[in-house]
């Protein structure tokens, strides 16, 4: 089945303890990105790559990390987390981020709370 | 980079058009509006895009001004499954070419009634 896998699912963190949230595509994607969600705010895009080894900001990067050595994975790194990262995260993908159409294809979703 | 703006809510009677707009008035020429919706906190889902031509698929159509600073989708006859959030979403162009920078509103809450 083709999908967008992430993980966790649910994470909950205290300030300054590393971690990563996983994220993986088996449908060949070139074009990868990371958003976050919180309420009023919608949602906002972390990082994205056009390819393997290239990756460029999003609107919000501050506090992260993002690297792409594999196609199909895209992790998301926070070094040192703190509450204000508290949000539910999203991981995407599409065919290739230079076509018009660019139809992203979105995991299901990861809640981090951090403490 | 270009700005979305769209109203935070909107209700719709269950078989009528649903028409929601949004504002991008920076937008600049080389650069695609796209629209998705989410249902609940699931992974956000492809509507439609577009450049300056209306469009219409299966799903909804895009009607983009001639100057291209608004846009507006419509859903031609609402059914309540299609009460979501809608998020109109710029994407950043440099020069003559699409980047994968993403800007999007905040979205709209779009409650379908009976």
């Known amino acids: 089945e083709a999908q967008v896998t992430q993980n966790p699912r649910y994470l909950i963190t205290v300030t300054g303890k590393k971690l990563t949230v996983t994220c993986s595509q088996n449908?060949?994607?070139?074009?990868m990105s990371w958003y976050r969600q919180d309420p009023g705010l919608g949602l906002r895009q972390i990082y994205y790559s056009m390819n393997v080894e290239v990756t460029d900001k999003g609107d919000v990067p501050e506090g992260y990390k993002v690297s792409r050595k594999e196609k199909r994975n895209f992790p998301l790194i926070l070094e040192s987390p703190s509450p204000n990262q508290t949000s539910l995260y999203f991981c995407?993908?599409?065919?290739?981020?230079?076509?018009?159409?660019?139809?992203?294809?979105f995991g299901p979703g990861t809640r981090l709370t951090v403490t | 980079d270009a700005k979305t703006t769209q109203p935070p809510s909107m209700d719709c009677a269950e078989g009528r058009a649903a028409n929601l707009p949004c504002n991008h008035s920076t937008i600049s020429g080389n650069e695609y509006v796209y629209w998705y919706r989410q249902i609940h906190s699931q992974g956000p889902q492809y509507i439609i895009h577009?450049?300056?031509n209306n469009e219409t698929n299966e799903m909804a159509s895009l009607i983009i001004t001639e100057d291209r600073k608004s846009s507006t989708l419509i859903l031609p006859h609402a059914t309540l499954r299609d009460t979501a959030v809608y998020y109109c979403i710029v994407r950043v162009a440099t020069g003559s070419s699409n980047t994968g920078k993403l800007i999007f509103g905040q979205g709209t809450t779009l409650q379908v009634k009976p």
């Open positions: 577009g450049l300056k």
């Open positions: 449908m060949n994607h070139e074009y």
């Open positions: 995407a993908s599409s065919v290739t981020g230079s076509e018009p159409r660019h139809e992203q294809y």
